[in-house]
């Protein structure tokens, strides 16, 4: 089975060495979509031994251009932000969730930390499409390819949020199979202030309109909490649901009419 490691970047220098040479590893080729970063993105992800594109447009056409430029069997939409672990191995199925285990420092780190530990205990209910915690990143390359045709061009030139979850909603309109999990597949780095990470679901909340009116609007809607959780879970989980939900909200409905 070959697989092809698919990374957009913008400014990624801190991170993007750790991303492509833990991918190359262990996948076949590691290609990086650069949106024109003004950093050493580009330079540091050759030497690394990436092959390079740079293309203009959203990080959802960059997860495209990146997917049609593969040769692999699967396509790994990995984040510039992660980098793989031992336990990335034994796939079974068209359509692979990698657990994550989150690395880095500060209040960021320790809460998102805390999400993911008790959403990855619960994964099954968290694989849900509309209300689940975790997307799946790995997926049969064709299978893909369909799905992202699926996609409205006017999503596509604009989103850079949510594609993962755009995409894993119209893959499984076309796959009946099983979604398998693989624990502790993959690091994630949450190194941000607190003020950095509130401003980055601020956009969210901006990209998240661009899903009004759509097929996608409920995945907004229905994802306000974890499903499955117990009560002193919800409330352990609180304090990171307000730091998301208040800037996600204002970039939502302080834009409404505006363009992204």
Do not use: C
């Not at 970047?9 to 080729?29: H, R, Y």
């Not at 989150?102 to 990855?120: F, P, Q, W």
């Not at 975790?134 to 369909?146: A, F, N, S, T, V």
């Not at 909340?205 to 499903?227: D, F």
């Amino acid at each position: 089975m070959k697989i092809s490691v698919v990374i957009p970047t913008l400014n990624s220098e801190k991170t993007i060495k750790l991303a492509v040479s833990s991918s190359l590893k262990l996948a076949d080729e590691v290609i990086v979509v650069d949106s024109f970063s003004t950093d050493r993105t580009v330079e540091i992800a050759e030497k690394e031994g990436a092959k390079v594109l740079q293309v203009k447009g959203s990080r959802l056409i960059a997860r495209i251009e990146g997917a049609k430029h593969a040769k692999g069997e699967y396509v790994v939409n990995l984040d510039s932000d992660m980098y793989f672990s031992e336990n990335f191995k034994g796939f079974e199925e068209k359509v692979i969730a990698l657990g994550e285990i989150t690395v880095g420092k500060g209040i960021v780190y320790k809460l998102m930390s805390a999400d993911r530990e008790i959403v990855h205990e619960k994964w099954a209910e968290n694989l849900s499409v509309n209300k689940g915690g975790i997307i799946p990143r790995m997926y049969d390359r064709q299978l893909l390819l369909k799905a992202y045709e699926m996609i409205p061009p006017s999503l596509r030139d604009k989103l850079n949020a949510f594609e993962d979850s755009v995409i894993y909603y119209n893959v499984m309109k076309l796959y009946k199979g099983k979604v398998q999990f693989i624990p502790g597949a993959v690091y994630h780095i949450e190194d941000d202030s607190l003020w950095r990470f509130m401003k980055k679901w601020y956009k969210y909340g901006k990209n998240a309109k661009l899903l009004r009116g759509t097929e996608y609007e409920r995945i907004i809607y229905e994802r306000k909490s974890r499903p499955g959780l117990t009560l002193g879970e919800k409330v352990k989980l609180f304090p990171l649901m307000v730091i998301k939900g208040i800037p996600f909200a204002l970039g939502y409905y302080l834009n409404i009419g505006n363009k992204v």
